[in-house]
């Protein structure tokens, strides 16, 4: 089975502040990645797709990249309704995992 | 406007039995593969089943197989899923998710919760 890490599993920021956020995959899985974001007690959303696809209605501040193994989700200005949990799926092999999360706070 | 409502949650006893069943609208049901992803209280996503648009391919994570059963009738509009041998780790926010393409979940339910505890 392909194990996603991601990193950091938190992370504290501000207000217009540039964030990354990195998902590794064990073992290659081409560009079969998502991302989604979830605010507490709400459904994830789809964020971006085929690794950097962003999905329709998605900010242009959302910006996803990479293939193989590393990928990297990038809020260019953070806003204060990006405050979430967000989480990175792969689609390449079955179980389609999901990483761990990473929580992103206010400062 | 796509819509997923989950239902069939609940309280059940470990080694027990629950049906989950998802009814969707909004869009071509029988044309797109779905998904159950669970989430346990405090963690994060887990994914748990998905099945093609047509049933002919199922999949499972490790720690299902064998125990849930995804299936869908497309004749009407409905996905389920088959939960036996429950235990306490089962406990979660069950969701129904509709792919977009390429199995990239776009749409979620609200989910359903299942609690399995004595």
């Known amino acids: 089975d392909i194990q996603l890490t991601q990193s950091p599993s938190f992370l504290s920021a501000s207000v217009g502040d540039r964030v990354t956020i990195t998902c590794r995959a064990s073992q290659g899985i081409s560009s079969r990645l998502a991302w989604y974001q979830q605010k507490s007690g709400k459904a994830p959303k789809l964020l971006i797709y085929a690794a950097s696809t962003l999905q329709s209605g998605v900010p242009s501040r959302f910006s996803g990249s990479g293939s193989g193994t590393e990928f990297t989700l990038t809020l260019s200005s953070l806003q204060p309704e990006d405050f979430a949990t967000y989480y990175c799926?792969?689609?390449?092999?079955?179980?389609?995992?999901f990483g761990p999360g990473t929580r992103v706070d206010i400062k | 406007q796509v819509h997923l409502v989950e239902s069939g949650g609940g309280v059940v006893q470990p080694g027990g039995s629950l049906r989950l069943s998802c009814a969707p609208s909004g869009f071509s049901f029988s044309d797109y593969a779905m998904h159950w992803v669970r989430q346990a209280p405090g963690k994060g996503l887990e994914w748990v089943a998905l099945i093609t648009y047509d049933g002919t391919y199922e999949y499972y994570a490790d720690s299902v197989k064998g125990r849930f059963t995804i299936s869908r009738d497309n004749s009407k509009n409905m996905l389920y899923l088959e939960m036996n041998s429950l235990r306490a780790e089962d406990t979660a926010v069950y969701y129904c998710?509709?792919?977009?393409?390429?199995?990239?979940?776009?749409?979620w339910g609200q989910g359903t919760l299942v609690t399995v505890a004595s």
């Open positions: 998710a509709k792919e977009r393409t390429g199995y990239y979940i776009e749409n």
């Open positions: 799926q792969q689609l390449n092999n079955s179980p389609f995992t």
